[in-house]
Nanobody, 123 residues
Framework: VQLQASGGGLVQAGGSLRLSCTAS????????MGWFRQAPGKEREFVAAISRSGIMTNYADSVKGRFTISRDNAKNTMYLQMNSLKPEDTAVYYCAADLNVVVTTRPGEYDYWGQGTQVTVSS
């Protein structure tokens, strides 16, 4: 499956952005989906993940209460609503798909990756 991430941009601290990740196939319901991010000079880190049905979610502590992951399997799209953005949220954000059933935070478990979208938060 091919994934296309979009919605990044430049926003002031305290602002909001919504990222989208669209799959090329009408089979998104087969995948656990996740968002990861990578800042310059840092390793890729987990942000959020969502189960196939959308019932179960998992968040990194750094984004809990500010970010919300969701999905619309009928539209083959996953979302990341990001509120109360901080300068430390600045990174390239990647979406990923995992064929396993368990919602995981480990990037090595994901099978497919999108190209990334840049999010820049100014102070």
């Amino acid at each position: 499956v091919q994934l296309q991430a979009s919605g990044g941009g430049l926003v002031q601290a305290g602002g909001s952005l919504r990222l989208s990740c669209t799959a090329s196939e009408r089979t998104l319901y087969n995948y656990v989906m996740g968002w990861f991010r990578q800042a310059p000079g840092k390793e890729r880190e987990f942000v959020a993940a969502i189960s196939r049905s959308g019932i179960m979610t998992n968040y990194a502590d750094s984004v809990k209460g500010r970010f919300t992951i969701s999905r619309d399997n009928a539209k083959n799209t996953m979302y990341l609503q990001m509120n109360s953005l901080k300068p430390e949220d600045t990174a390239v954000y990647y979406c990923a798909a995992d064929l396993n059933v368990v919602v995981t935070t480990r990037p090595g478990e994901y099978d497919y990756w999108g190209q990334g979208t840049q999010v820049t938060v100014s102070s």
